[in-house]
């Protein structure tokens, strides 16, 4: 029962761009989106996260479109260390109090020399 | 510690044997929650403590799951009568808040194999 989906996997040449893309139609108001993303044999790793205005930091950055339906976490120049599997999230509320995530499948990023 | 721990980080069980995974928080979470991850797929919540309150256990696939935090710090995922099926990476994960909005620190796992 995610509430996002995305694509099974990606190819992306090293230097290049990685734009990673996330539908997530069922999105409430307040509720951010995440990504996260999971290196072999490691837990997921936090990378960035937002709610409606795009957001930018170290690792990546996250366009979200006006409508909040999709997003796009973009890798600006893609490395062989960034192949992983990206996860996008939604976050969702527990009754009894706190919030879970759920995951869905994820898109497994290959980034190619 | 300078981030969620847990251990062991490899356990392999006899069918019918009783496994303890362990996770050790970052200090002062509120927080902690347990995953299931098995191959191939994303991760599967489990449960969720609030300090030493399990204020939701939907996701454990059955009763021979049980996990406890006591003190609100470390926490303790127990698996009575392990099946082949329970084959699996246990992910733990402590945030600060109870909102939600926080950053979610995964620990490396415990990937337990069941024979």
């Known amino acids: 029962d995610a509430k996002t989906t995305q694509p099974p996997s990606m190819d992306c040449a090293e230097g290049r761009a990685a734009n990673l893309p996330c539908n997530h139609s069922?999105?409430?108001?307040?509720?951010?989106v995440y990504w996260y993303r999971q290196i072999h044999s490691q837990g997921p790793q936090y990378i960035i996260h937002g709610l409606k205005n795009n957001e930018t930091n170290e690792m990546a950055s996250l366009i979200i479109t006006e409508d909040r339906k999709s997003s796009t976490l973009i890798l600006p120049h893609a490395t062989l260390r960034d192949t992983a599997v990206y996860y996008c999230?939604?976050?969702?509320?527990?009754?009894?109090?706190?919030?879970?995530?759920?995951f869905g499948a994820g898109t497994r990023l290959f980034v190619k020399a | 510690g300078a981030g969620v721990s847990q251990s062991p980080r490899y356990k392999v069980a006899k069918r019918g044997q009783d496994v303890a995974l362990r996770c050790d928080p970052i200090?002062?979470?509120?927080?902690l929650f347990w995953y299931q991850q098995a191959l191939g797929q994303g991760p599967e919540f489990l449960t969720y403590f609030q300090n030493e309150a399990q204020l939701d256990k939907s996701g454990l696939p059955s009763d021979r799951f049980f996990a406890e935090r006591p003190e609100g710090s470390v926490s303790t995922l127990k698996i009575q009568r392990t099946q082949q099926e329970d084959s699996a990476v246990y992910l733990c994960a402590s945030s600060i808040g109870t909102s939600g909005r926080g950053e979610q620190f995964f620990g490396p796992g415990t990937r337990l194999t069941v024979l």
């Open positions: 200090s002062g979470h509120v927080s």
């Open positions: 999230i939604v976050r969702v509320a527990l009754n009894t109090g706190g919030f879970k995530t759920i």
């Open positions: 069922t999105i409430s108001g307040n509720e951010y």
